[in-house]
């Protein structure tokens, strides 16, 4: 399925925004779908992890109308790289056993997101390349 880059960086903002509210407000519940406890150091890097969730929700939101262009083409490709890098990273903590097999769904959003804007940083490329 082909997504349009406004449709996609409409649903990104309400991803990053859904888990921004997630992370700040009830990081526990979150932490222990991954099977990992609850502790003062963990809450702060959740409470970070959600203003930077905020802040890349508020960003695709506001590109949502952009044409092709470099800057369509940083976000795209550094989200890119963002998913893919969470992706890896979550597959390997759960084969190492750090944590509960509820990392698998992050790991398949992030795969599926990364992808999303890989085919529609592709069309971008081809539709740049014939105008």
């Known amino acids: 399925m ?3 880059f406004r449709t996609l960086s409409i649903f990104t903002a309400a ?5 921004a ?22 809450g702060l890097i959740a409470r970070r992890m959600a203003v930077l969730f905020l802040a890349l929700g508020v960003m695709f939101y506001l590109v949502r109308n952009e044409a092709p262009s470099a800057t369509r083409n940083a976000l795209s490709n550094g989200l ?3 998913c893919w890098g969470l992706a890896i990273l979550g597959f390997g903590e ?8 509820g990392i698998l769904l992050a790991v398949g959003v992030e795969l599926a997101l990364g992808l999303a804007f890989f085919q529609t940083r592709r069309v971008s490329v081809e539709f740049e390349a014939a105008g």
């Open 2 to 4: 082909q997504f349009s």
């Open 15 to 19: 991803l990053c925004l859904l888990l």
């Open 21 to 42: 509210s997630i992370w700040g407000v009830i990081p526990d519940w979150m932490l222990a779908t991954w099977d990992i406890d609850y502790s003062l150091a963990a």
């Open 80 to 82: 890119m790289v963002g």
């Open 94 to 101: 759960w084969l190492n056993g750090h944590v509960g097999p």
